[in-house]
């Protein structure tokens, strides 16, 4: 009778023993590329939440506004030069947050209307180094102007004024709102400013501007279309987000198949050749 050598036998008493070792290593392996991708997805969140925190700003003490009125049409705007070519071009949607004393609820109220496109006329001038857009609405009882400013130096350009004239039937007393030292929209000689985020433009105490899928450029335009679109930083923020949740799921898918391959060859080395 053959007499099985005690040491060939070693390896088949232990091999379970073996086994688990080699799942809980694999199972360690995952439990730690489950808590890194988890920390990545919270800090691209937190990343997102920061960028779309803006600066506290001082506002009077007022009553609510009267009603929310929605997401604003966008519309479409257009300022010609003296021989009839365009020399600024725009196209958003603008709401107005607008603080004044009330003459129905004898108050100091806010009220947040929209610019209806339709209903909006569209004029402006153009120079060297400045443009402006100037809307009109309500029969002439809203004039909103915004002013830009080219830099001819650096070939940049931004926001640099915005006037307000409000004569509404509610409002105790005309509205007039102007701020010339203003840095928004900023783009590039050649180029359109893009930012299709909404954002909130900080006039004065008692007038800010939310702006909509904004699209402008007051300087540099060839054959009445826009150039090349520079995006906001608030664009840029939210298509980061999908790439690094993209790339963390991809190396968790990764880290597990490798796991995965090389537990399954250490629990299939078998008995030991003696």
């Given at each position: ?117 339709n209903m909006t006329k569209s ?40 006037f307000l004239s409000a004569a ?107």
């Amino acid at each position: 009778m053959e007499i099985l050598n005690e040491t060939a036998l070693k390896p088949a008493v232990k091999q379970p023993e073996r086994n688990r070792r080699n799942m809980t290593q694999i199972s360690g392996v995952q439990s730690w590329s489950l808590g890194v991708t988890l920390q990545l997805i919270l800090a691209a969140a937190l990343h997102q939440g920061f960028a779309a925190v803006a600066p506290p700003t001082t506002a009077p003490t007022t009553a609510p506004p009267h009603k929310d009125p929605g997401r604003p049409e966008r519309g479409n705007y257009v300022v010609a030069s003296a021989n009839g070519t365009a020399c600024l071009l725009a196209s958003m949607g603008l709401q107005l947050n607008i603080t004044f004393s009330s003459l129905s609820q004898n108050k100091t109220v806010q009220d947040v209307v929209n610019l209806q496109p339709n209903m909006t006329k569209s004029s402006g001038s153009c120079d060297s180094d400045s443009a402006s857009l100037r809307l009109t609405t309500d029969a002439e009882k809203t004039n909103l102007t915004l002013s830009f400013t080219l830099n001819t130096t650096s070939n940049k350009y931004h926001l640099s004024e915005v006037f307000l004239s409000a004569a509404w039937p509610d409002m105790k007393d005309a509205v007039s709102a102007r701020n010339n030292s203003l840095d928004y929209l900023r783009g590039t000689l050649g180029y359109s400013y893009m930012c299709r985020e909404e954002q909130t433009l900080n006039v004065t105490q008692n007038l800010s501007i939310n702006t909509f899928q904004v699209q402008v450029q007051p300087f540099g335009l060839t054959g009445n279309q826009f150039g090349a679109a520079e995006e906001c930083q608030l664009d840029e923020d939210d298509m980061l987000i999908p790439i690094i949740v993209g790339a963390a799921l991809a190396g968790l898918v990764l880290i597990v198949l490798l796991a995965y391959l090389i537990g399954r060859k250490r629990s299939h080395a078998g008995y030991q050749t003696i």
